[in-house]
C-alpha cells in the first residue's frame, strides 16, 4: 500500500506522521510519500514551523517557498528513516487539497495522512479547510489527525488584599 502523508510545514503536520507510525504496520506498506504543497503567486510563504532554530524562515524578500518546503518534507520524510518501507518526497504547486487529492489518484494511493488545524488559532475547534477537503473528495481513506487537546489553564490564585 502507498501512503501519503501530506506536510504544510506544521509541527502538527509532523504529528500526523508520527500517529500513523504509532499504529500502522511497515510490512503492509510499500511506499510512504511525503508531500508538500506551495501555493503559486502565494502573498505568504510556505511556513517551516519544522526548520532548525539556526535557519532563517521563508520570507518573501528570499523567494524560498521551494527551499522552506524541501525543508519541512526532508523533517517529515526523516520520521521515517529505517521504519521499513520506501519514502519519496514531492514538492507540487497548486492548491493543497487539489494536489493531495490529485498524488493520491497518481500514486493509486491506500491511505492519505493530513493533519487537521495546523495553522490558526482555531486549531482545537475546527477541522481545517484543507483537511476536510482532503476528507471529502480522496480517493481513498483518509486519517486525520486533530491536535492533541490543551491541558485546561491552572485557575490564578487570588492575593488578598
Not at 502507498?2 to 500517529?19: C, E, F, K, P
Request: proline share 8%.
Amino acid at each position: 500500500m502507498h501512503v501519503i502523508v501530506a506536510t504544510d510545514g506544521s509541527r502538527q503536520s509532523l504529528a500526523a506522521a508520527r500517529q500513523l507510525k504509532s499504529f500502522a504496520d511497515p510490512a503492509k506498506i510499500t511506499t510512504v510519500s511525503v508531500v508538500a504543497v506551495i501555493r503559486p503567486l502565494a502573498a505568504v510563504a510556505f511556513a517551516n514551523d519544522l526548520a532548525p532554530k539556526d535557519k532563517p524562515r521563508a520570507d518573501l524578500d528570499s523567494l524560498s517557498f521551494r527551499d522552506a518546503a524541501e525543508s519541512a518534507v526532508a523533517v517529515v520524510a526523516q520520521e521515517f528513516d529505517g521504519w521499513g518501507p520506501k519514502v519519496q518526497t514531492r514538492i507540487r504547486s497548486g492548491s493543497p487539497a487539489s494536489e493531495i487529492i490529485k498524488a493520491a489518484k497518481l500514486y493509486d494511493a491506500g491511505l492519505v495522512v493530513v493533519a487537521a488545524g495546523g495553522r490558526g488559532l482555531s486549531d482545537t475547534v475546527l477541522l481545517g479547510s484543507t483537511a476536510q477537503r482532503v476528507q471529502h473528495s480522496a480517493p481513498c481513506p483518509v486519517l486525520v489527525v486533530r491536535p492533541a487537546p490543551r491541558p485546561p489553564k491552572a485557575p490564578r490564585a487570588r492575593r488578598k488584599s
